[in-house]
């Protein structure tokens, strides 16, 4: 996959999890929940962030449930670490252990992920173990999950088992987006699809039957989800430097969407001596 490919990709998954983490959970049989909220700022800790960290509210339960959420590409023996690290993150930063959740896309060669992990310290005397539950996309089947009528498990289908022709079962998952999907968000349930499928079926056939109204590369949903994560990114940084962020700093960080503007505040965080001097650059940059 190409760069641009992996670039968008990663911020399709990253999309699925912001907006359809409820389908997730549903995937790992994780139900019953009213409602789900996706954490934005417990985990500052910078050399180890999950991709995402789920408040679960079940009518049972006084307290909110944290998930934790990880999605790999690709079977790879570094995702077992990679759950272990954060598991035990989110367990210094919440004082509870998440539940954990490792969606794997595709395989890769005899490969699999496993869902425990042992560690043991050099003389043996102390070992810490963690476990999670694995979701291999490419096992699930695509006829079960259509037959769900979940809007959120769609952009999966091109990555599950198909039994018979392919096509069919992709027009199919574009007439539920059409038929499914709020106006506002059709676009990005479009591009998501379609970059997720482009890990299994060429891009002609993807690109033929989720085309959208816009360029794909010039969607809004693709602007919107830059920016996004740009602030987040930013504001973990300043966080980490200089403590709390106050929300009038939040606010207007919000407020710039250029990507010009978004990439020399990057910079910023790392060059400033402090919070006002952040504050000079984040007033001198375009906003739009």
């Known amino acids: 996959m190409s760069t641009p490919d992996r670039f968008h990709k990663d911020k399709s998954e990253r999309w699925l999890l912001q907006h359809q983490a409820g389908s997730i959970l549903r995937l790992a049989g994780i139900t019953g929940f009213t409602t789900w909220t996706v954490e934005e700022s417990s985990l500052i800790a910078p050399r180890r962030l999950p991709d995402g960290l789920v408040n679960v509210n079940f009518p049972d339960r006084e307290k909110p449930v944290p998930v934790l959420i990880e999605i790999e590409s690709y079977s790879n023996k570094d995702a077992e670490r990679q759950m272990f690290e954060a598991l035990l993150l989110a367990r210094l930063e919440l004082g509870v252990i998440p539940e954990g959740i490792c969606v794997v896309l595709q395989p890769k060669g005899r490969v699999r992920v496993r869902e425990k992990m042992l560690a043991t310290s050099e003389v043996g005397s102390s070992k810490v173990s963690a476990s999670w539950k694995v979701i291999e996309i490419w096992r699930l089947s695509a006829k079960e999950l259509l037959a769900q009528k979940e809007l959120g498990f769609i952009p999966w289908v091109p990555l599950t088992k198909i039994d018979g022709p392919v096509e069919p079962v992709l027009r199919e998952c574009r007439k539920r987006i059409d038929r499914q999907a709020p106006e506002r968000q059709r676009e990005a349930y479009l591009a998501v699809t379609q970059i997720l499928g482009r890990l299994v079926y060429p891009e002609e056939l993807l690109e033929a039957i989720f085309k959208g109204e816009k360029p794909m590369i010039d969607s809004p949903f693709f602007t919107d989800l ?54 000079v650059t984040l007033h001198s940059v375009p906003k739009q």
Not at 226 to 233: L, N, Q, T, V
Not at 234 to 252: F, T, V
């Open 226 to 279: 830059e920016a996004k994560f740009a602030h987040r990114s930013i504001l973990k940084q300043l966080a980490y430097r200089y403590g709390e962020i106050s929300e009038d700093l939040k606010q207007e960080l919000r407020k710039v969407r250029n990507t010009e503007s978004l990439d020399r505040l990057l910079e910023a965080v790392i060059s400033s001596t402090d919070l006002p001097d952040f504050r």
